[in-house]
């Protein structure tokens, strides 16, 4: 049995994360003979058992601020499940609470295999980002350097891990943390497809104009600077005729609703069905992003693989998401820049940079090559990494030393 264990989980407004359990659920049940747990947040404790699949939520209470997640710190139950289901390999999807009660289950029960997504380099993204604005540089360096810390305590515990960009591989290769393989994310090609496009769309949303249909999807919060997008737009002329759409929702929902009053741009809040968010893609114009720390950027692969060009910033992730020819993108937080880089991508054949972006997605993402990179390379590494740490401390415990990984946790 394989399991995924994470904290970053919502039904609803969820990111990248709930769209790689669903993904990862779809392709275990239809590619492979394995049973799945998935451990994740829920309002109360629930568990759902479909054939291979089960799946279990763990009542916690919502992230303040945030009205789409929920913060688990109940880990006595997610360590009764752990122990009820003795899932073979568990994959760890976030930094906070569960990679350690990942590890203390598997001293309890060494035979498990553990494999971690570091799936941000959260000490700089997050906690120096978020500690400079709050607390200034001083203190947000020595946040950043005690979070690194836990970092290389936590991440030195699995057998295996993996990142999502090069920068985070060589981040956590910095820790003296070198067992690590970089797995690129994917996204449906055939869902997320131009042939999509709805001429209807812009009309029915009653959103006048020629210009370009401007599109946005994710998380409506200060980590994605959703706020900046709407401060572009404003900077765009009138003349070029141009509208916006924005799809999710999040704690800044209120914010940039105000700040958008009497401009021609809609709210399509969080839309769980996947069809109607590729119709909303392949039927606009341009993708805009002003998201700094973009850890891979499965929403841009999605608007890429609709056949959008993408306008975004020289930061995080997006420089990989977005080589040159398939689309713009410039200084972090610079809204006249990304304003003046819309209207040079229309000037454009933008017709022909999106269908570039479609052939680059075609050929490089798929969530099958994701899937099958994970369980046909990494979970194998992380198995022969387990085997021999399992067959060295049972050479340890009968030479008499004492090995925590072979004695039941207290």
Known sequence: MLCDLTQ???PTGGGGISTYLREKRDYVLTHTPHHLLQIVPGPVDKITVNGRHVFVQVGARQVPGSPNYRFILRTNVVREVLATYRPDVIESLCPWVLPWTAIHHRRQFPETTLVAGYRTDFPNAHIYRVGEAKFGTTVARALRHLSYAYARRTYREFDWVYTLSEDARAALGRLAITHTDVLPLGVDIDMFSPAKRDPAFRRELGLGGDGPLLIYSGRVDNEKRADRLVTMFKRLPTDLGAAMVMVGDGKLMDKVRRMSS????????????????????????????????????????????????????????????????????????DTRAMAANVQRLWAEDHDAVGAAARAHVETNFSWR??????????????????????????????????????????
């Open 262 to 333: 009497g401009l021609p741009v809609a709210f399509l809040g969080f839309e769980q069905d996947r069809g109607q968010l590729a119709r909303a893609l392949a039927s606009s114009d341009i993708y805009v992003s002003a998201m700094a720390d973009e850890t891979f950027g499965v929403s841009v692969i999605e608007a890429q693989a609709c056949g959008l060009p993408v306008v975004g910033v020289a930061s995080g992730a997006m420089p990989d998401r977005v080589p040159a020819g398939l689309g713009l993108l410039g200084p972090v937080d």
């Open 8 to 10: 970053s989980y919502a």
């Open 369 to 410: 090559r994701t899937f099958e990179r994970l369980l046909g390379d990494i979970y194998p590494k992380a198995m022969r990494e387990s085997a021999e740490r399992l067959a060295g401390a049972r050479v340890r415990q009968t030479q008499g030393a004492y090995d925590p990984a072979l004695m039941p946790a207290e």
